[in-house]
């Protein structure tokens, strides 16, 4: 029921802010040189780029 009512919640409440993430994107390259979404290179065993959505991942 409660993973129903998270679905739900969302549905409605995301679709609120979407018109707003062009308008910021377009601010952000307005104001800066730089890409809208900062992106690395990482150094380690594997030489990886990594973006916007990617996270750490560790051995467990």
Known sequence: MK???DI???C???PVPLPLFPVL???IKIDSPGPVFYSQMRIGRKMSR???GRS???RS
């Open 56 to 58: 750490a991942r560790t």
């Open 3 to 5: 993973r129903l009512a």
């Open 12 to 14: 409605v409440f995301l």
């Open 50 to 52: 990594s973006g916007p």
């Open 8 to 10: 739900v919640v969302a």
């Open 25 to 27: 994107a377009l601010q």
